[in-house]
């Protein structure tokens, strides 16, 4: 069965320090990938896919992600972080009968 | 181009009662999944509705159930309420293939008391 595994609940960082999301998925076939953040008391919102078109994906807000076949990994990078940047991450893969498998979500955390 | 909207926002209700939220796509979407988001389970999946026929389950009771109409809007029904069923449901839409995200409503938050 599709799997997703984001690695720590919660991770801290300072300002203007590299951020980086861990997501493991386990999948046969070749997955698409999504990764959403979420605000508190609000939905969530697409931060980038991955569909097989290209492996590094560029996202809204200065994020991007890497897809690695071989680590089956998709984690997401941001160079430089912004207070505006603390809120919940989370990593999807979709399964070819549609669902949605997401992963427990990370809470980012933006020490001034 | 109007986003996901839920309704109501907020609902409190008491043990045993029903309730029923309310969904209302982009349009065009023909996709609409339904979820349960709490503190201490995270996001978890209940049923997706394409084209007015359900694709996907999760593991819920079956007291909550949903539907899609024809215009692709849909609802969800969660009846005899209990106090564990106190969380944030959120919806989503898309257009409905494997590489096409889901775009979310604001969330539906219910107090059961």
């Known amino acids: 069965a599709q799997s997703v595994t984001q690695l720590g609940s919660h991770v801290s960082v300072s300002e203007g320090a590299l951020v980086l999301l861990r997501c493991n998925y386990s999948s046969s076939v070749p997955p698409y990938l999504f990764w959403y953040v979420q605000y508190p008391n609000q939905g969530l919102q697409l931060l980038l896919k991955y569909t097989s078109a290209a492996t590094l994906v560029k996202g809204i807000n200065g994020f991007e992600a890497e897809f690695k076949k071989s680590e089956t990994s998709f984690h997401l990078t941001k160079p430089s972080a912004h207070m505006s940047d603390a809120a919940e991450y989370f990593c999807a893969v979709r399964r070819s009968n549609y669902q949605l498998i997401w992963g427990a979500g990370t809470k980012l955390i933006i020490k001034p | 181009k109007a986003g996901v909207t839920q309704t109501p926002r907020y609902l409190i209700k008491t043990r045993g009662q029903q309730v029923t939220l309310s969904c209302s796509p982009i349009?065009?979407?023909?996709?609409v999944s339904w979820y349960q988001q709490t503190p201490g389970q995270g996001l978890q999946f209940l049923f997706e509705y394409f084209s007015e026929t359900q694709r996907n389950k999760g593991n819920f009771p079956g007291r909550f159930s949903g539907r899609q109409f024809s215009n692709s809007r849909s609802e969800m029904n969660v009846s005899t309420l209990e106090l564990g069923d106190s969380a944030l449901y959120l919806c989503a839409s898309s257009l409905g293939s494997l590489k096409d995200e889901q775009f979310f409503g604001p969330g539906t938050r219910l107090t059961v008391l």
């Open positions: 349009s065009g979407h023909r996709s």
